[in-house]
Every structure is written in C-alpha cells, then in structure tokens.
C-alpha cells in the first residue's frame, strides 16, 4: 500500500519503511509453502521410499531390503522398498527421476538402468547424469568368468587363445540382450580382440543350464548365480572381472592378473535421488548409507552374495556414473545392440 504514495507525503521515515518491507519478507519466507532448504535436523519427518526398479527377489531387491532396514533403524525412521519393475529397470527409474526433489523418494538402480540403457534406447524418458544426483554407489557385483566343469579351457588364457583360432564360434549366454552379462562378454570380445557369438536365454537361470549342459562354451555371471553349481562340482570359474578378488572366491584370479589390465564389469548398484534435492538432505542419505554397509549382518549377508560394499561420497558417485555411461555407450556401439 505505502509503495503507491508519493515519497514526499509518506507517514513513515525511510528507515522505518525499510524495516517495514524486511519483516514483511521474513514472514512470507516463515509462511506455509515457502520454498525454504529443509533444514537436516528436520530430516527425515515422513516415510523414505526407496524405489527397486526390478521385481522382488533379484539381487537389487535384496540389498534394497538390507538397506532399507538398516538405514530406518539407523535414522529412526521407516524406509520401505518399493519395487517398480519393468522395462529393464526404466520403469522405476523413471517414476523416481519425475519424483518430489525433497530426500523421500530414493532409486536403488543398477548398472543396467543407469548407465547401459542411454546406449540401448534412443527415446530414454530420462537422462541417468541430469536428472538424479546421486548419492552412493552402494556396492559391486562383479562379473565371473564361468565355464562349465566339463570345458577343456582351464584359464581366461586357454578361451581366448581358442576364441582368436576360431572367429565367431565360441558362444556364450545371457540373461537377456542388454543386459549386464551381455554386455560383459561384448566388453571382454573388444578388450581381447577376438570375436564370439551371443545366445540370449529369459533369464539367468537357463543361462546357467546351457553352461552346465555344454550348450554355450563360457558365460559372465555373478557369483550368486553360480554358487551353488560351482560347489556342485559343475561349474569352473576361471576369473573375477574387476581389480580385486571376492571374498566368496578367494582362489579365483582376476582378469586383470591373467591379462586383461584395468578389465571391470560389474553389475554395480547406486543409489539416488531426484536432482534438485537439497545438498543437506543428499549428504545425510550418504551418511546413513555408509554407515549400514559395514554392519556386521549385512556384510555378511554381501559377502554370500559375492558383492562388494562400495560406498563413495556424492560426487565421486556422480564421476563414477559419467564414467560408466560412456563406458558402456562405447561397448554397445561397436558391438551394434538396440533395444529400440
């Protein structure tokens, strides 16, 4: 009101005025609805939502479920898993990127959604490095190497030998096209310049079938999908693809140790939120996450599932993304694959 009268017949000195208008801002800013940053100690007030965008019972929903107990009892709150599947993962993927940027709706996503399905759909609804900040890479599951017991190749060394003298005849299977253990054979067939062919199963189960049965000659599958055959006595491992060894097959070389330097394919799991929310309440879900890896119980629970605890701050999660999309994009384009 006082702005449409005239300086010279103003009721209130200047000064006056000016405090008049800093209150006035105050209290609109105090007002319900008032685009304020939450403040952390607020956080959490109402149920987290941790979306798993596969179905219930795979590896993701697995670790989501540790997860989210560990974090509610942790925070004092309650963290519920959501599973959103469909789409390989972009489903839920999705329903998150177009979620509240508020800290209450969380992705578990995995390697696939994240950082292979830029490369694999030309008409993604969402953009993996714009919009999500990410929170953590949660953890690693390493590819293995697999062959099966009866195979005459007893080293990564043996197969690619016989992969070079025979171009396109040694097969291998997949859990589908697009996938992760496709995808790491495509990526080991460019690292070690030889050519293979793919044979897509539904499924990781039949996968493991046709190795046992001596229908495909080497597969590259996580250690919770062939444990229970490698003790059987039907499948061999001849490596682990990553820098390290696991903790669930101590005796298992690397590629790196057998060759194949710097060679990673793991299906790896990262959480994160819609972009946009408030660095305080990303920085507190970090927090939380790294402190619920190392617990006892669930450690133990990660080491029988052959997935290494892989907790990395913000930033370095958000580098480590950008660095796998590429990565990927790179694999999928020399090798020819759409999902489109």
Not at 1 to 30: E, F, K, N, Q, V
Not at 156 to 162: G, H, K, P, V
Not at 289 to 306: F, Q
Request: hydrophobic share 45%; with cysteine.
């Amino acid at each position: 009101m006082y702005d449409s009268i005239p300086a010279s017949l103003h009721p209130l000195p200047s000064r006056s005025r000016a405090l008049l208008a800093g209150l006035a801002l105050a209290a609109t800013l105090a007002a319900p609805g008032a685009q304020a940053q939450p403040a952390a100690g607020a956080y959490p007030s109402k149920t987290i939502r941790l979306v798993v965008p596969y179905s219930a019972g795979g590896s993701t929903d697995i670790l989501g479920r540790l997860l989210a107990q560990k974090m509610g009892e942790n925070m004092n709150a309650t963290v519920v898993v959501d599973n959103k599947p469909g789409a390989n993962g972009t489903l839920g993927c999705d329903q998150v990127a177009k979620a509240p940027a508020d800290g209450y709706t969380i992705v578990l996503g995995d390697v696939g959604c994240l950082a292979m399905a830029p490369g694999l759909y030309t008409k993604l609804p969402y953009d993996p490095l714009k919009d999500f900040t990410p929170v953590s890479l949660v953890a690693r599951s390493p590819l293995v190497l697999t062959v099966g017991a009866q195979s005459p190749f007893k080293s990564m060394a043996d197969l690619t030998a016989a992969a070079k003298a025979q171009p396109d005849k040694l097969n291998y299977p997949s859990s589908g096209t697009g996938g992760p253990n496709h995808l790491g054979a495509e990526l080991y067939a460019m690292q070690a310049k030889v050519k293979i062919s793919h044979i897509p199963y539904k499924g990781s189960a039949p996968s493991v079938v046709s190795l046992v049965a001596g229908e495909t000659d080497f597969g590259f599958l996580t250690a919770v999908t062939i444990d229970s055959q490698l003790k059987a006595g039907k499948l061999r491992a001849l490596a682990v693809a990553h820098n390290e060894r696991l903790a669930s097959l101590p005796e298992v070389p690397t590629m790196d140790e057998q060759g194949l330097k710097g060679f990673q394919a793991d299906a790896w799991f990262l959480a994160a939120v819609p972009a946009g929310t408030p660095q305080p309440i990303v920085e507190r879900l970090y927090q939380e996450i790294a402190k619920a890896l190392p617990d006892a119980h669930v450690k133990a629970k990660l080491d029988a599932m052959g997935v290494l605890p892989s907790a990395s701050r913000p930033a370095a999660s958000a580098d480590f993304l950008k660095v796998e999309v590429a990565k990927w994009r790179q694999v999928i384009k020399t090798a020819g694959i759409t999902l489109d």
